[in-house]
């Protein structure tokens, strides 16, 4: 059986599931010293994505009022919409109870908070805008 190409905005702007099983332990064996970090919109409630935080990166959260996180991807400090614009202004943090993970609770300071574009061009509110409809299938819901 042959396997489709995978066109590059494939996993961002496409409904074909490819969820990463192995995102946890790649960052594990990577040696990323991170913690999990979910950010909400303050007002609304919405989940706007997940990132990472190392302790520098809490560092910064905290002194700058805005959020920043560690990208494992491209290992570096990331302030949340420096090139943007979208930054998001810290209401406060909060960890759970194994204080194993944090929660941004923020502002958006921009139109958006994905990096990725919505279909007419602007900034995505937040990073879930698909929801899985089976096993292998995505359905676009913003």
Known sequence: MLTPM???????EGTAQQLDFNKIS??????HQVIPVV??????GDVLFVGYANEEALRMTLELRSAVLYSTSRNEIWHKGATSG??????????NCEQNSLLYRVRREGRGACHTLGFDGSSRSGCYYRAVVGNDELMFVQ
């Open 39 to 44: 950010l909400q919109e303050v007002d609304s």
């Open 26 to 31: 790649a960052i594990g064996r990577d040696g």
């Open 6 to 12: 995978v066109q590059p905005n494939d996993l961002e």
């Open 86 to 95: 979208d930054t998001l202004s810290l209401v406060d943090v909060r960890v």
